[in-house]
């Protein structure tokens, strides 16, 4: 935990530099507990453990502090259903808050939605791979690191 003024303190050091270290177009992973985390970071990306906290409560804090990027249709992408899942009609409810989150960031909230092997090919891209304790089926969500204007600087 860190306790600093103004840093959310479910942020842990690593996670911090992580953020702190990202630049413009680089990607975060938020993974849910069934993400094969440790596999898809042995191609390069940092691996970050965030066990016991969930994608809504870590990207709200990270939403704090990384900029979303504008210069992008979609600065957020989530894991598309399998067929199998979409036919049964699997409704993944999660999704909804990402979308709320990310709009009250200044985003249009829209996820893209990504096949989920293409998701994983992503994923081994990231600048950085956070392993949570999110339950919810489909729960993984990619940011996008935009800028911050000057003006906007401290």
Not at 31 to 60: Q, T, W, Y
Not at 73 to 90: C, T
């Amino acid at each position: 935990m860190v306790v600093l003024k103004g840093i959310p303190s479910i942020l842990t050091p690593e996670l911090l530099y992580a953020l702190a270290k990202m630049g413009h177009g680089d990607e975060l992973v938020l993974a849910d507990a069934n993400f094969p985390v440790s596999s898809v970071c042995k191609s390069g990306p940092m691996e970050i453990r965030a066990d016991g906290l969930h994608v809504p409560e870590l990207l709200e804090a990270i939403l704090k502090l990384l900029p979303l990027d504008t210069y992008v249709s979609h600065p957020a992408a989530v894991m598309d259903l399998v067929e199998s899942d979409r036919l049964r009609g699997l409704q993944v409810t999660v999704w909804l808050r990402y979308s709320e989150l990310l709009k009250q960031a200044g985003s249009h909230g829209d996820l893209d939605k990504v096949e989920r092997f293409a998701f994983y090919e992503r994923a081994k891209k990231a600048f950085v791979v956070v392993a949570t304790g999110e339950t919810a089926l489909y729960g993984n969500l990619i940011i996008k690191k935009g800028v911050i204007p000057p003006g906007e600087l401290c």
